[in-house]
C-alpha cells in the first residue's frame, strides 16, 4: 500500500497546496464531529442538573452552529480531494498515453490491445478511487477513531478499554480481508485484460471469423471468459460478504461491552449519564469508520493492484529515444544514405547480415527480392523504427543514431507495407502529420497518388468519412491515401514499402507518371514485387537470405540472368496469359 502512496506521490505533490488544504478542511470536519459528542455530554449533565430554557437554547444552538460549519467543510474537503483524484487521472491518463505513442514495436508485440485498453480505462479508474475516496476516507476513519478513542479516555479510560478489546480481531481480519482482495482484484484485471484482448481480435478480425464459419467457436471462448470473470468476481464479492457481517458482528459486541460495563458504571454513580450518552455517541459515530474501512481497504487494494498494472507500461523506456546531445540535421539535405556492414537480429533469427550499400543523394533506387528476404527491415532502418543489432547506418554521413528520430522523420515520408487510416475524413487522413495544410495541397496531392478521379465519386468529395481503419476505401484506395499523404509533407527521402501492390498495373503507371516529378531530386526507396514498378530506377538491390545478392540498372540485372531476371520473365508470361 506505501509503495503505491510512493509511487503516486510525484502525481500528489503537483497539487499539494490543494492536497494540504482539503486535508485541513477534513481534520476541521472532523473535530467538529468529535466535539459534538462532548458538547452532548455536558449539556444533558446541565439540564440534569437544572432544567433552564437559556441552556436548552445555548445548547441547540451550539449544535446546530457545529453542524453547519461541518457541513462547510464537508463539502470543501469532497470538492478539493475529489477534484484532486481528477487531476490526477488527468495527468496518470496523458503520462500513459504519451508512453504509449512513444515506445518501440518491441512493446508491442508483448502488450495485447486489450491488455493495453484495460489498463488505460478500468485500471486507470482504480487508481483514481485510490487518490479520492481511498485517501478521504482513510484520513476520516483514523482520525475519527483517533479523536473518539483520546476523547473517550480523557471522560473513562475503563469503559474506553472495554471498549477496544475487539480491536485486534478487527486488525487481523482487515489484514486477511486486504490480501485476499489484492489478490482477488489482480485476477480479475488480468481476466478482464482477457476478455477486452478477445473483444478487440474479434472485432477486427470480423470478416476473417465470418468467412471460416467461426462465429459459435469464438462465442463459445468469449462465453468461457466471461464465465471465468464472473467466477473471480463472484468471490471477490464472497469475500467481501465474509467480512462485512464479521465488522457489523464485532461493532454489535462492541456495543454489548459498552451496555454493560457502561450501565454498570452509570449505576455505581461513577459515570455519568451525559457521559454515558456520549459513548453511545461515539460508538455510533465508530460505525461508518468500521464499516467503511472494508470498503476503502476493498479501494486501496484495488487501487494498489491497478498502479502495478499501469507502472508495467509506465516504467517501459522506448527501444528507440533521443540522445541527450542530439546531432543536428545535416543541412542542406542531400539525402545520402549508407549502410555500413549491418546486421539486425530477430528472436526467429537473422533479418539482415551484413549489409553494405550507398544510395546517392536525390537517386530512386528499387528493393526486390522474395518475401522474407528482408526488404522491409532494410527500409525500417532508415527512419529508425528499428536500430541495427551491428553495423550503422548514416544519413548524410551522420550516424542515425546520433540524431534526434523526431527530426529525423519529419524529413521522411514513408508508405508502410500495410495501410493505416484513421477514422475521420478523407482530407484529414491525407492532411496527417501536415499542420493546416491548404484544401488545394491535399487536392494536388491526391491527383499525383492518382486518387482525383475515385474522390469525385465519393458523396462528400475529400469531407467525406472513411471509416476505422478506412473500413469504406478499397485496398487500392487506401493505399493511393497513404502515398498522398506522404508527398505532402514534401519529404527529403521518400520510402514507398509495397505501397502498389494493391492497384492495377495501368493505375500503377499513371501514379508513377505523377510521382515522377515528387521523385525527382529527392531521395525515393521503392519496394515492389513487380519489375514495372522498379525497371526505371537508378539503381536496383536485390535482397536474398538478408544479403545483397544482386545490384545494378534494370538492363544490367536482366543481362546477369539472376533472380532479377527470372522474375521479370515469369511476370511477362503472366501478363501474356492475362491478355489471352
Not at 241 to 268: D, E, K, N
Amino acid at each position: 500500500m506505501w509503495e503505491t502512496v510512493r509511487q503516486l506521490w510525484p502525481y500528489l505533490r503537483r497539487y499539494r497546496r490543494a492536497l494540504i488544504l482539503g486535508l485541513a478542511a477534513l481534520v476541521a470536519k472532523d473535530i467538529l464531529a468529535a466535539m459534538m459528542p462532548l458538547m452532548i455530554k455536558y449539556g444533558v449533565d446541565a439540564l440534569i442538573a437544572g432544567f433552564r430554557v437559556e441552556v436548552m437554547l445555548w445548547f441547540l444552538a451550539g449544535l446546530m452552529g457545529f453542524s453547519i460549519v461541518k457541513g462547510i467543510f464537508n463539502y470543501w474537503t469532497r470538492v478539493i480531494l475529489i477534484g484532486i483524484s481528477r487531476d490526477v487521472e488527468y495527468d496518470l491518463r496523458g503520462e500513459l498515453f504519451d508512453r504509449l505513442v512513444t515506445l518501440s514495436a518491441d512493446f508491442y508485440a508483448r502488450f495485447r490491445t486489450g491488455d493495453i485498453m484495460a489498463r488505460s480505462t478500468s485500471d486507470l479508474n482504480s487508481v483514481r478511487m485510490l487518490c479520492g475516496p481511498g485517501i478521504s476516507y482513510s484520513f476520516t476513519a483514523a482520525i475519527t477513531f483517533l479523536l473518539a478513542v483520546v476523547v473517550m479516555g480523557s471522560v473513562d479510560w475503563q469503559l474506553t478499554a472495554v471498549m477496544l478489546l475487539p480491536t485486534p480481531v478487527v486488525s487481523f481480519a482487515f489484514l486477511q480481508y486486504g490480501q485476499r482482495v489484492h489478490f482477488r482484484f489482480s485476477r480479475i484485471q488480468a481476466l478482464f485484460a482477457d476478455l477486452s484482448s478477445r473483444v478487440q481480435e474479434n472485432i477486427s478480425g470480423v470478416r476473417i471469423i465470418r468467412s471460416y464459419v467461426q462465429e459459435e467457436r469464438e462465442m463459445r471462448r468469449f462465453e468461457d471468459l466471461s464465465v471465468d470473470l464472473i467466477d473471480q468476481n463472484l468471490r471477490l464479492v464472497r469475500t467481501s460478504a465474509t467480512f462485512m457481517p464479521l465488522m457489523h458482528a464485532l461493532i454489535g459486541i462492541s456495543f454489548l461491552l459498552v451496555l454493560w460495563a457502561g450501565g454498570y458504571r452509570v449505576m455505581s454513580g461513577e459515570l455519568s449519564i451525559g457521559g454515558f450518552l456520549m459513548f453511545n455517541f461515539y460508538m455510533g459515530m465508530l460505525v461508518f469508520p468500521m464499516i467503511a474501512m472494508g470498503w476503502v481497504v476493498n479501494i486501496l487494494q484495488r487501487g494498489s493492484a491497478s498502479m502495478k498494472r499501469l507502472n508495467s507500461i509506465l516504467q517501459e523506456r522506448p527501444a528507440i529515444d533521443a540522445p541527450r546531445a542530439p546531432a543536428p540535421i545535416p543541412h542542406p539535405l542531400r539525402g545520402e544514405i549508407e549502410f555500413r556492414n549491418v546486421t539486425v537480429r530477430r528472436p526467429a533469427g537473422e533479418a539482415l547480415r551484413g549489409i553494405d550499400l550507398r544510395i546517392p543523394g536525390g537517386a530512386t533506387v528499387a528493393i526486390v527480392g522474395q518475401t522474407g528476404g528482408g526488404k522491409s527491415t532494410l527500409v525500417h532502418l532508415i527512419p529508425r523504427l528499428i536500430d541495427p543489432t551491428e553495423g550503422s547506418v548514416l544519413l548524410d554521413g551522420v550516424d542515425l543514431r546520433t540524431l534526434d528520430p523526431a527530426e529525423l522523420r519529419r524529413q521522411i515520408g514513408y508508405v508502410p507495407q500495410e495501410t493505416f487510416l484513421f477514422s475521420t475524413t478523407l482530407a484529414e487522413n491525407i492532411a496527417f502529420g501536415v499542420e493546416e495544410a491548404p484544401e488545394e495541397d491535399i487536392r494536388r496531392v491526391a491527383e499525383l497518388a492518382g486518387l482525383g478521379p475515385d474522390v469525385a465519386g465519393f458523396p462528400d468529395g475529400y469531407q467525406t468519412m472513411i471509416g476505422e481503419r478506412g473500413i469504406t476505401l478499397s485496398g487500392g484506395q487506401k493505399q493511393r491515401t497513404a502515398i498522398a499523404r506522404a508527398i505532402l509533407r514534401n519529404p527529403s527521402i521518400l520510402i514507398l514499402d509495397d505501397a502498389l501492390s494493391s492497384v492495377d498495373t495501368m493505375t500503377e503507371e499513371r501514379i508513377l507518371r505523377g510521382l515522377s516529378t515528387i521523385m525527382r531530386d529527392r531521395t525515393t526507396v521503392l519496394i515492389s514485387h513487380r519489375v514495372s514498378t522498379v525497371r526505371h530506377a537508378d539503381r536496383i538491390f536485390v535482397i536474398a537470405g538478408g544479403r545483397v545478392a544482386e545490384t545494378g540498372t534494370h538492363q544490367d540485372l536482366l543481362a546477369s540472368s539472376g533472380y532479377y531476371a527470372e522474375l521479370h520473365e515469369k511476370q511477362l508470361l503472366e501478363e501474356e496469359l492475362e491478355a489471352i
